[in-house]
């Protein structure tokens, strides 16, 4: 699939976004960064943490390519992680690493509590600052007008 195919299946609607709208999606991102580390938090909720930021920067790069999910289709999560793979040129195995755990995340927000271990933890949040440093360098280099 590629965005236009996932736009032609109505998972994605055509969007133009605002330099104001993804500013304020990254101090969002930035947030989530933050409240990844926080100490008293489970390991459960820094992971939850974690993977908002990396969807949510997912989201600044989907936007900026001109999309936005269509959230009254199931699982625009994934499709909104695997946009990765067209709008940064994400390696594959880094979008499968993340969908792995946007699935870990789903089963221990629904299914079962303390099934995230430290090691966890640190993985997607490292995950996600990279994600944050490649996303702005990729903005800056090619959609200047909306840093």
Do not use: C
Request: net charge positive.
């Amino acid at each position: 699939m590629t965005l236009t195919d996932w736009r032609k299946s109505g998972a994605l609607k055509a969007h133009k976004p605002s330099a104001q709208e993804l500013r304020k999606l990254l101090a969002l991102a930035d947030r989530y960064l933050a409240d990844s580390q926080i100490a008293g938090l489970s390991a459960d909720g820094r992971l939850h943490a974690a993977y908002s930021a990396a969807l949510t920067l997912a989201t600044v790069a989907l936007h900026a390519s001109g999309y936005r999910t269509n959230s009254n289709v199931p699982g625009h999560h994934a499709v909104t992680v695997e946009s990765l793979a067209f709008s940064l040129v994400l390696d594959a195995k880094v979008i499968r690493r993340l969908d792995a755990f946007r699935k870990k995340r789903n089963r221990t927000a629904y299914e079962a509590a303390g099934a995230v271990s430290e090691q966890e933890v640190a993985e997607l949040r490292a995950l996600a600052a990279k994600l944050r440093t490649d996303v702005e360098a990729w903005l800056r280099k090619n959609h200047p007008g909306l840093t």
